[in-house]
């Protein structure tokens, strides 16, 4: 039987991979601090995520290992928060390192989280991963720091992949989807600041089988964005919200409204005003076939169903 290792799996995506692998027959193995948020179908493996433990036997013998592991960028960025945002991300990945070093038998890959946020703020042109530019902030030095921390050692016959993940629009309480459907759905779904910004984003369903394309696909290794091709403003993006949500009008939000929001909301106006305009120029030139490409189709969709809905066909 397969066997996948998750860290972090008891987030949302986290949750959401370990039931698609499960469908599909494979074992799953997950490892988190907390049993709290898991999939049921997931076996449970406690960590502290600092130190070696009995988890570390769990990576024996396995197909693959996925890191979602890392404190929610969704919080205000004082020195405390970004310490804990860029500490939880490398110390993790540091500490899978080290336990596939002293592996027996290690997994034939291992995927990495990263984030399309490691580009700049794009508006003039998209970001693949040949002619992408690399950006200037916290975010960015976190991002560059994270796949530092991955990339630095050699793992021998271990294919190593960063998944520069764009924004994964699932249908669950808490999300990204969730939160902008209900403030459509009151009125305040306008454009934010200008509009211009592009938003790019991924279907949950085609998250979960892009990770599968780049296990099963041996020929992969590397830096990968994990993106729809079709990214779209800010404008564009909640016109399409205010469409699924009934609302023909949308209050826009003004920069400085925005700062107000977000300080009240404990977050950061960086999550909405950055353009990321992300292409899956490495994913479509292998192959990979993308079952929602535009946002319309992606948001009918994740409409009709609250929770799990995921069918594992390729």
């Not at 580009?119 to 560059?144: L, M, N, W």
Request: with cysteine; aromatic share 10%.
């Amino acid at each position: 039987m397969k066997t996948i290792v998750i860290f972090g799996a008891n987030g949302f995506l986290g949750r959401y991979l370990s039931d698609w692998f499960a469908e599909l027959g494979w074992r799953v193995i997950g490892v988190a601090r907390k049993k709290s948020g898991m999939s049921e179908r997931a076996q449970f493996e406690p960590w502290d995520a600092q130190s070696l433990g009995p988890w570390v036997e769990a990576l024996e013998g396995a197909t693959a290992v996925v890191n979602l592991a890392g404190r929610s960028v969704n919080c205000r960025y004082h020195q405390k928060n970004r310490d804990l945002i860029l500490t939880s991300r490398v110390q993790t990945t540091e500490l899978i390192d080290a336990a596939l070093r002293q592996s027996q038998n290690p997994p034939e890959v291992w995927l990495n989280s990263s984030t399309a946020t490691i580009y700049r703020h794009a508006e003039d042109r998209p970001q693949s991963e040949s002619t992408g530019e690399i950006g200037k902030g916290f975010s960015v030095e976190v991002a560059q720091a994270w796949e530092q921390a991955f990339f630095k050692n050699e793992l021998p016959g271990v294919r190593k992949i960063a998944l520069r993940t764009a924004m994964v629009l699932g249908n669950e309480p808490g999300t990204v989807f969730d939160y902008l459907f209900k403030i459509s759905q009151l009125g305040l779904g306008g454009k934010m600041s200008h509009g211009r910004q592009r938003v790019s984003w991924i279907h949950l369903e085609d998250f979960c089988r892009a990770l599968l394309f780049l296990i099963e696909n041996k020929q992969t290794s590397g830096s990968y964005n994990i993106a729809a091709p079709e990214a779209v403003t800010n404008e564009e993006c909640m016109a399409e919200f205010r469409k699924i949500s009934g609302r023909s009008f949308g209050l826009p939000a003004s920069r400085w409204m925005l700062e107000i929001g977000t300080f009240l909301m404990r977050t950061e106006t960086e999550l909405v005003l950055k353009s990321r305009w992300v292409v899956p120029e490495r994913l479509s030139e292998e192959g990979f076939r993308f079952r929602y490409s535009d946002l319309r189709s992606c948001l009918e969709d994740l409409i009709k169903d609250q929770g799990l809905k995921i069918s594992p066909k390729k």
